[in-house]
Every structure is written in structure tokens, then in C-alpha cells.
């Protein structure tokens, strides 16, 4: 093995964030085993890599026990969309805990440092804004959305217990919304709905009266964060906030998307989801401090490369987008 070569286990790897985190992994020279249920993932996200030798793909659910040799786990396996997480909310808290019980018993067993894709979510409906970490959130702990909520906080208190009681090399990213190609269409989450609805002419679906906030942070910038995070010194375990700080309102959301696709779409009202936060955005003053991270890429420039994708993946005609 090359010095600095790591063999890096990627977790939900054939998933939207997985499968760029995958890319950039092997581009920098490192062998990756990725590892995916594929619940929500997909193969034509990993296809473009199957070929290389650095890179190898083992179906498994991590709610089961692995036992594999590397160096580092990076454990993003679970549904991200409320609408997927929702499908089957046992499995979605099972992968969560069970998930994390099993990786970080691999981590211990093989001394891997390991990193969670915890998220916003473990905030909650927050009162406090923008989010700090040191804020403990507010979640409903019996409402929809709480199997996935509590879940990503149940696997954060297992990460500490382990890197506590037993040695283990943790860190814990915070993720907020993220968007970009690879976005599974209907995964229903607002960027790809409203992408997909202006793509095809169909009525825009604002939940509620489309004042809720979302702060919205482009894959790249993204996975730049998490890298950066995993190199962090071993004594810096998080959580850290990683997101854009930029806040929008879900109507702005759908006039900017309507605006740069040139849509004739129409907004229509639907019903708000229970429990859905009324705003959001990430303080990243601690990602700034010890990763020297922020975003790079502004919502426009990310949305223009996120529209190109769908609108590929649609095959469409449609030649009068503005890029
Ligand atoms: P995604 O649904 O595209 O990817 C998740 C992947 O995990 C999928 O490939 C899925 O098949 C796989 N998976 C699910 N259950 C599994 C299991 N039991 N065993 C093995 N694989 C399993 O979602 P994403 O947006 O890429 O999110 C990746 C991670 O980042 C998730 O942990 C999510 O909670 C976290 N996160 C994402 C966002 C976001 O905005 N995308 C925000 C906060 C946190
Ligand atoms: N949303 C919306 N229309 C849609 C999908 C989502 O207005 O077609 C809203 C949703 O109610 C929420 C926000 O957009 O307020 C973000 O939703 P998403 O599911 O993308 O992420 P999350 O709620 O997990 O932040």
C-alpha cells in the first residue's frame, strides 16, 4: 500500500451524497469499498466507477454486522427524504442505531477513525436561529418525521459513547439541505420536485404558505466538507455544521427555479407536513474555525448545474434554458 493511499469504506455509497463522495475519494487515490442496500440508491449512480480497479461495491444492509479491513468509514447509509424515510420508519431508525452499532463496532474492531452523516434534523422545529451546535434542538419525538430524527440523534449519542467508553476516533458532521446532480427525481425533496415540475410544465407545490426557510448547500461544497472534517486533527470530533448559509424562503426556492428553466409552471398550495420546521440555516462559525471550510458555490450557480442534470436525465428537447 502507497503512504497516504487509505482503503475507505463508504457507507450508503450508492446513494446522491455517497456516490460524489465515492468519486472524489477514488480521484484523490484511494481505495473505496462502497456498501449499499440500495433502499434508496442506485446503480447508474455508481456505474461510471465499476470498472476501476480502486473501487469495489458490496450490497449489504448495515443493520447487519460487516467484517472487512480499512482504514476509515464514512457512514452515510440512510434514507435522506421525508417521503422515503417515511416508507418504512423501523427500518429507517434501525438503520440509524443498528446501523451505527455496527459500524462503530467495525471502527473499534479495526481501529478505522469514522465519520456520521448526522443532520439539521437532530434541531429539529428550532427556536433558536441560526443553529449553533451547542444547541440541543427540538424534536417531536412521536410526530412522522421522528423516526429519522431521533434515529440520526441516537446514532450522535452512540458515537460519543464509543469515542468515550471505548477509544473510538469519531466525528460527526451535521449536514443541511444538500442538492445537486445524482438528486433521485422523485425522491420528493422541494429542489427536485420543483425542478422536475418546471422541467415538465406541471403545477409547482408549495406545502404551506411557502414562507418556511431552507438554507441550501451544493454537493460539492458538501463533500469538500466532509473530507476536510475526516482530516480534522483526532481530538476535534464535532458535531460541525456543514451547509450554506444563504437562507430562502420555499417561494423564492420556486421563483428562482422557475426564472433560470424559463417555466410557464404555476404555484399551486398544498397541505404543510406535520412537524415541518419553519426555518432554517447553519451557523458554520466552527467549520470555518477548524476546517477552514465554507460553501463556495452560490444557489444559482448550483441550481444551473442541478437543472442540467434533470433536464438530461429527461431527455429533453428543451433548448431554451438560460445556463
Ligand atoms: P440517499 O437516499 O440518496 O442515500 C442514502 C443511501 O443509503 C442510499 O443509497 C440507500 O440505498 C442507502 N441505504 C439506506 N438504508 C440502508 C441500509 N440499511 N443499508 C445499506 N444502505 C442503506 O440520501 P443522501 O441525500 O445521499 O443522504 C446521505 C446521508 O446524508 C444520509 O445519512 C442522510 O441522512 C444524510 N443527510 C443528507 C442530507 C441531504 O440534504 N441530502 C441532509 C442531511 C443529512
Ligand atoms: N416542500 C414544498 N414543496 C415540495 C416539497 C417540499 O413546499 O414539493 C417544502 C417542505 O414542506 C419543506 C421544504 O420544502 O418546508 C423542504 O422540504 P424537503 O423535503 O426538501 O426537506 P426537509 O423538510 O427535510 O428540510
Known sequence: MNRGVK???VTGGAGFLGSHLCDRLIARG???LCVDNFFTGSKNNISHLLGNPRFEFLRHDVTFPLFVEIDEIYNLACPASPIQYRVNPVQTTKTSVH?????LGLARRVGAKILQASTSEVYGDPEIHPQREDYWGRVNTTGPRACY???KRCAETLFFDYHRERSVKIKIARIFN?????MDPGDGRVVSNFIMQALTGQPITIYGDGEQTRSFCYVDDLIEGLIRLMASPDDFTGPVNIGNPGEFTI???AETILELTRSKSQLVRKPLPTDDPRQ????????RTELGWQPTVMLREGLRHTI???DDFLGSQNSGLIF
Do not use: K, Q, S, W
Not at 446501523?99 to 459500524?103: F, K
Open 30 to 32: 484511494h481505495e473505496v
Open 251 to 253: 417561494l423564492e426556492l
Open 308 to 310: 442540467a442534470y434533470f
Open 280 to 287: 432554517r440555516r447553519p451557523d458554520i462559525e466552527l467549520a
Open 7 to 9: 482503503r475507505i469504506l
Open 99 to 103: 446501523g451505527a452499532i455496527n459500524m
Open 149 to 151: 430524527d431521533e434515529g
Open 178 to 182: 444538500t442538492y445537486g446532480p445524482r
